[in-house]
């Protein structure tokens, strides 16, 4: 067999595995949706069985000799040097995502698997409680589970390697460590000439907004930013997110809060912007692995360049204000332009991630980053982990939690054995603010344009820069590409030194 | 292996089925409700592959050798007489089932599945031309490939035996056929009495009725039916349908015509009749294939029984008219209860299957019966067709259709491959109405009942009558067991001259 043919024949096997994976997507887009809530019992064993389905069917050995008749092995994973670029591309994807899943015992996962779903379930009633100590038994088995899930996949430097591989493919611990030393100083800095400066009023945010309006709201966005309700549609559940269901459709989901207006709209832009780019693939790799965000923060990027960079910028609101008063005339009355842009970006240490403003938020992370990592070299034990957070936050804060509900117990993540995840969400604000560096060169009218309503520019460039390439660039290539240069906290700590100049009179 | 311990193994395998059909249903579902309409294409690769999926493990030969290992064979399909009766009526229905997947080989699977999308497209291209002709080709390779399948799956008698078992399992078609010989005699005479006799108005029917006031009160008839919504929902779709998504969710679609409130009112309780159905299954066959209709026909019945013979009565809108009324005051004002209960129960011969009253219904099936059965034994020339459908429709109805779009191109059925569907109809209005001589022989109160809008008993009675049993019954062991006789048109033509005599002062 020749290594076009194998290449071929695992397109094939792909092409297939997709389509599962879309199926399983529906199966839980529809639980957060629309499913009765008595069928959550049989729901779960369905997207068990899809996910044994898939996993049986990656893993096969047919798969492993497929890919080692394409010449892609450990050392060049890309495979046979006569394959084309996107066969190379395909390859490497493939290979890796099989890797990780064949070096794992069958047995391993499916412990992990029983300990996050009790984990969560520990995880939800400690929190209720406010009881740390009933979460960690369960927290350190899942802990010893996933250090030697890392054992298993294997890595040079640092077991978690082995876990932020699976969100963000190809980085490293010392990668992400070295960038987060230098935006947390920054941060830092930038926080406290904040916290010293003047008072930013946003009680108008605070009143009643009916949600059939917000959701009135939304669609304009939506249809504003170009996201495209024949391939997508707009739901409501417990948790905003986004969903890919198909090559075609792509879901999102929204949550409105009557009494606090920003919920709602910042999560529906953050939300489009995931699907914008899962819509935006080249037809090429439409409907295979390729078909895919790069990495978790590559998606995070897009989310959050139009939630914060485009969402919360003054040329953004100066076009969509005055649309939104005229739904909310009484709520809005009397605020001005200045007074609402400044309104929504209202800066101030708190206690609670998901809370948090774009100035904070990476704070936050970054305090996870810490002790996760730790956590998994064995250098922290769980049972000292409230008094690390506590520490922390305080030093990160200038505050301390009043509880374990709202520090150490706020997230779900680690209950599900996710380690690895939470630093994806910061390189999200890196890599956004360092593709709008890019995008605002590219378009000097940038501001003129977003000012009229004119979004069309910002999802053409990114759908040409970025999105067209999903998972077939890596994020350093895609980074390097798009920008000239590696990933840099630069971009995004100038970015926000200069938008939260003027607004705090710094 | 012991025959126990194939069982044990042969259920696993069937809940994964299960579990495989009912993740396929939702693809199925979601396409008629929600799915972004630029997502067909796909859907239909997911749909194909997952039934794909389903077939190779259904027709594996490890459940063939299990079958054979727990006695299960073509002379005894319920195996091991020293098992239970439960597990043997397992058996009966995984044997058949498997049976029939097995004879088929899968290319001729691939050519119907073709054949019949192809089928459907150019159906629907020739009904809106209201042209046979543009259909017949694809009509005579549909009936050709049917035919094949017939031999391939084997019949001692009529080759249409081998089509109606899919649908109406263990029916024969001379059983069938000398059933409908009777049922037409006494329906003709029936409707020829009707239509010399007085007229009747429904014209109040046809207002401008709110669609949302039709879906308040199809909530309020789903309560009252105790339809639970915890394990159902309700939504909208261009053809009502009901579809079982798992053990505890079964959902309901409903189409509302805001011009005429029959339409949307009777689809509900039809829908909610074959959700009730399913939502019914004993604690012991919860989640394997037992749990289903045993047959189409008893399936129609269950659906049947609710539209017609309770939700057509006059103690059923006794209750339920002053509750109508309230919300489409205007729309019903001066309507009283007599006039009401004649005008939603007139009896007129018509062309279309679908728009047909309940009297005239059958005659619609015995026409398609008749004709289909011809088709398949090679009686009746596909070019023919269009002529005896109008001449049988002459002399059913006394009416010629204008076009083929009204006559012989009016239903999708055989475009899709489906010959042997048809018969089940019109075996639902019957299993229905001996069923209900039954159940009112059980419940002397019965109108008194409806008519105080405590429909919970009837439910109560065809739940431990019938719901419970599924598909370990069959629908001729079914009809034994409720109704103490085989069977029989009697029921169900006693039924409609009692009802009708009031009605058309016959």
């Given at each position: 067999m020749t290594s076009r043919e194998a290449v071929t024949r695992l397109h094939e096997i792909d092409r297939e595995l997709q389509l599962l994976e879309h199926a399983n997507a529906l199966l839980m887009w529809d639980e957060e949706t629309y499913m009765p809530e008595k069928s959550i019992d049989e729901r779960s064993q369905q997207v068990g069985l899809l996910q044994a389905i898939i996993h049986d069917r990656l893993t096969s050995p047919e798969v492993g000799d497929l890919l080692a008749a394409a010449g892609a092995s450990e050392s060049d994973p890309r495979g046979d040097a006569v394959l084309p670029d996107e066969s190379r591309a395909f390859l490497r994807a493939l290979h890796r995502k099989h890797r990780r899943e064949v070096k794992l015992p069958g047995e391993l996962v499916s412990e992990l698997v029983r300990a996050a779903m009790i984990g969560q379930a520990v995880w939800r009633e400690a929190r209720a409680r406010s009881d740390f100590s009933h979460f960690a038994p369960q927290l350190r088995k899942l802990v010893d589970l996933t250090i030697r899930k890392a054992e298993y996949i294997g890595f040079v430097d640092h077991p978690y390697d082995a876990l932020i591989d699976e969100f963000e493919p190809w980085a490293t611990t010392a990668q992400v460590r070295s960038i987060f030393a230098g935006l947390e100083k920054r941060l830092e800095g930038l926080v406290g000439r904040i916290r010293a400066a003047r008072k930013v009023d946003d009680a108008f945010l605070e009143a009643d907004y009916p949600v059939d309006k917000q959701a009135e709201f939304s669609r304009m966005l939506l249809a504003g930013m170009s996201y495209d309700l024949t391939r997508g549609r707009l739901d409501q559940s417990a948790h905003p997110f986004t969903t890919t269901l198909g090559r075609d459709d792509v879901r999102i989901t929204a949550r409105y809060n009557h009494n606090f207006v920003k919920t709602g709209i910042f999560s529906v832009i953050h939300e489009a912007g995931h699907a914008l780019y899962e819509l935006g693939f080249s037809e090429s790799i439409r409907g295979s692995l390729l078909a895919a965000g790069t990495s978790l923060g590559i998606h995070e990027s897009q989310s959050r360049l139009w939630e914060n960079i485009i969402g919360r910028s003054e040329p953004f609101w100066r076009y969509y204000l005055p649309q939104l008063a005229r739904l909310f005339p009484s709520q809005l009355h009397g605020v001005s332009l200045e007074r609402f842009y400044r309104g929504i970006n209202k800066v101030e240490p708190s206690l609670i991630r998901i809370e948090a403003d774009e100035v904070t938020y990476s704070l936050h992370i970054i305090l996870r980053f810490d002790l996760e990592t730790r956590l998994i070299a064995g250098e922290l034990a769980v049972d000292d982990l409230p008094e690390a957070w506590n520490r922390r936050t305080k030093e990160l804060f200038g505050i301390l939690p009043d509880n374990d509900a709202s520090g150490v117990?706020?997230?779900?993540h680690w209950s599900m054995g996710s380690f690895g995840y939470f630093p994806t969400y910061a390189l999200g604000n890196l890599y956004g603010a360092q593709f709008a560096a890019a995008m605002r060169a590219a378009i000097p009218s940038l501001d003129h344009e977003i000012a009229s309503g004119n979004l069309r520019v910002i999802l053409e460039w990114l759908r040409r820069?970025?999105?067209?390439?999903g998972a077939a660039l890596t994020a350093t290539e895609l980074c390097e590409r798009v920008t000239g240069q590696a990933l840099s906290a630069e971009f995004f700590l100038t970015y926000l030194e200069q938008k939260y100049a003027p607004i705090y009179d710094l």
């Open positions: 117990l706020q997230d779900i820069e970025i999105h067209v390439h």
